[in-house]
């Protein structure tokens, strides 16, 4: 994350509209968004990963899935790989991935993807960015939501996108 980090604007329908927006910088255009997307990776036992937050990010040690902003020139898909490598050293194919859906936010547009790993998924975290991992059954990640333990971001993009997400994990098993 830095702060001459560079961010394509979109229209809400997701198509660029040819202007970027450095990321923290204040006059925010009326209209644009930018990409976000999220990584749920279900190992073959139907475990799915949950990361902490670092303590020094925003919404500090809560809970959520591996994401992250787009950064300009990237589609979400690339940076759903990108944050899901980066943050916790699983590199995945993007053919691999699955969209589960797009959830409209103030400011962005957050897709959110699943991706289907191996039996055994060695991590390497960046503590910048994560304190710790977890491999979870489903319904665990469903009670960290309900119970309010996950990142406030995640509580209304879950809300929303819960079903089909629940769909495509058990599909992906």
Known sequence: MSADELWD???????LVGRTHARGAADWPDGAFHAVAGTVAVRRDGLVLMTLRSSMKDHPLTWEFPAGSALAGESSLDAAVRELR???????????????GRFIETRALFDLFVTRLGD???LVLDGDEVAEAEWVAVEEACRRW??????APWESRLAQLWPRLAEVIDQSR
């Open 9 to 15: 604007l979109r229209d809400i329908r997701g198509k």
């Open 86 to 100: 980066e943050e916790t050293g699983l590199s995945i194919d993007a053919d691999s991935m699955v969209a589960v």
């Open 120 to 122: 055994h998924a060695d």
């Open 146 to 151: 309900r119970a309010g333990l996950m990142a």
